[in-house]
């Protein structure tokens, strides 16, 4: 069992930056891929961001490459979300989930049969423009 609890989330203006923390439970976090969703009022949960065990494969959805970056300290059992230059479209909940099950094909493409094993209960993030 795997417990995972975001944080950083707030209230930010256009441009601005914040940094997303998730805290996993247990001695299993270097065991799965991570990796961050969101969901906007009235909208279906989309698939952000996602990094392998190690840290070494990185995925981002098109609309935050280059403004987001998704890292990884295994030591800490942390998983983080940077985001810069948000937009008022960034506005969602951000949830944190992991994967035991998933495939990373490269060339930046989304993983693929990711199918997510633990989330968290997501921190709300609000641009305001």
């Known amino acids: 069992q795997v417990q995972l609890v975001e944080s950083g989330g707030g209230l930010v203006q256009v441009g601005g930056s914040l940094r997303l923390s998730c805290i996993a439970s247990g001695r299993t976090f270097g065991t799965y891929a991570m990796g961050w969703f969101r969901q906007a009022p009235g909208k279906e949960r989309e698939f952000v961001a996602a990094?392998?065990?190690?840290?070494?494969?990185?995925w981002h959805t098109d609309s935050v490459k280059g403004r987001f970056s998704i890292s990884r300290d295994n030591a800490k059992n942390t998983l983080s979300l940077q985001m810069n230059s948000l937009k008022p479209e960034d506005t969602a909940v951000y949830y944190c989930a992991a994967s035991a099950t998933y495939r990373f094909p490269g060339g930046g493409r989304q993983p693929e049969n990711w199918i997510t094993a633990y989330w968290g209960k997501g921190t709300l993030v609000t641009v305001s423009s």
């Open positions: 990094i392998g065990r190690f840290g070494g494969i990185t």
